[in-house]
Each structure stands twice: as C-alpha cells, then as structure tokens.
C-alpha cells in the first residue's frame, strides 16, 4: 500500500520570503513523486515530479522539489513567494509497476500575506 | 481547449435519483482516471482505465457506481439511487503511455445530492 503525509492544514508566509510545504510517503518499492496545486473552482495543476536522478526538481512557476530517500520526504520550496502562490498544494506518489494510480496526500493550504 | 473536459460542471439532483458524468480526455491520452474529492480531503481514487479496458477499481467504488470508456476515447461514470454522502467533486484525469502516471486533470463536476 502506498500513502501520502501532509503534516500541515495550513502554511502562512509573507510575500518575498522563502516557503516549503511538507510531504512525506510511504511505499513499497521505488516511488514517483509528484506536486499539483489547485485553485479556486479550478482542477488539479501539475507542478512538478521525480522519477529518477537528481533529487532536486524544478518545476512551474518557481517551484522546486527536493526528494529525500532516507527521510522519505518530497517537501515542495519556493525561494520568494508571491500572493498569487495562494492555493491548495497537494502531494501525491506514485509507482511504475502495479497501480497506476495516484495517492494523493489531504493538501496544505498556502497562505500568503502581502 | 485542448485539456480535460468535464460535463456538467455542477448536477444538484434528488436523493435516489441516478446520475451520469462525462469526460472528455486529451485526446491521445490512453489511460483515464476517476477520482473523488470531498470537502479539506484530496482525490480519491475511483478507478482506472487503459484504451477501453477498465483496469482497477478502488473499493469506494460500491455496486451503485459504474464507469465506462466503451471506445477508448470518452468515459462516463454513472451514480445510481444516489445518496447524500455521493456529494463531492467528481475529478477526471489522463495520462499518456507507460511510464509515471503524471496525470492532467480536469476542472471536475461538483454533485450535490439534497
């Protein structure tokens, strides 16, 4: 079985400073990684993912990921936020053999202030 | 547009009553996903179709609800005697090919069963 953590409901920062939003998960095997974001009456975006090799990932928008093994942890940074980060950020693993589908963490909702 | 088209957007219907929605996946796209998601929670998996076969179905998926993809192209998951735990966002998505599942949402249909 495979499962995703997002220990945070709600993450707070103030425009221009740097943030990370938290992930960990659980599976058997080799995982694949991946960020969405979601807005307002809006679907899931795709951000970013890790499949392989270099453990950090660069995404859309200014995001970047950083995949640690031994943690088994995937948190999602952004060095300088901007009020229009404001949205759900959702977490979710994969695997390349068995279930194709997606496990997706309960989200954090980012917050920025100006 | 080329993304993943969803209809309706929004379907309030009377409990008991069935329901059927639709989506429309990028167009070379040959796996689908349906997922749910309720209220502060992320997508749940419902099930999982490759071409016109349907490959998995998540145990949420009780007997009142059936997903088809009849010519490998569209789908449609169908409610029956709904009730008032079906209200939720209706979440389609599809990938392409064999490899990490790295999927593309549509903008969903909200249920609301009253």
């Known amino acids: 079985a495979q499962s995703v953590a997002q220990p945070e409901d709600q993450v707070n920062v103030a425009e221009g400073n740097p943030l990370t939003v938290k992930c960990t998960y659980s599976v058997s095997g080799n995982p694949y990684l991946f960020w969405y974001v979601q807005y307002p009456n809006r679907g899931l975006q795709f951000l970013l993912k890790?499949?392989?090799?270099?453990?950090l990932v660069k995404g859309s928008y200014g995001f970047e990921a950083e995949f640690n093994k031994s943690q088994t942890s995937f948190h999602l940074k952004k060095p300088s936020a901007l009020v229009s980060d404001s949205a759900l950020y959702f977490c979710?693993?994969?695997?390349?053999?068995?279930?194709?589908?997606?496990?997706f963490g309960s989200g954090t909702r980012l917050q920025v202030q100006p | 547009d080329t993304g993943v088209s969803q209809n309706p957007r929004h379907k309030i219907t009377k409990r008991g009553q069935n329901v059927t929605f639709r989506c429309d996946p990028i167009?070379?796209?040959?796996?689908l996903y349906w997922y749910r998601q309720t209220l502060g929670q992320g997508p749940e998996f419902l099930t999982y179709?490759?071409?016109?076969?349907?490959?998995?179905k998540s145990r949420l998926l009780s007997d009142r609800f059936s997903a088809e993809r009849p010519k490998g192209s569209f789908s449609t998951l169908e409610i029956q005697r709904t009730e008032q735990g079906d209200s939720a966002m209706y979440l389609c998505?599809?990938?392409?090919?064999?490899?990490?599942?790295?999927?593309?949402f549509g903008q969903g249909t909200r249920l609301t069963v009253v």
């Open positions: 167009s070379e796209h040959n796996r």
């Open positions: 979710a693993v994969g695997m390349d053999t068995g279930r194709r589908a997606l496990t």
């Open positions: 998505a599809s990938s392409l090919g064999q490899g990490p599942p790295e999927a593309f």
């Open positions: 890790y499949i392989t090799g270099d453990n």
């Open positions: 179709f490759q071409n016109e076969a349907q490959l998995e």
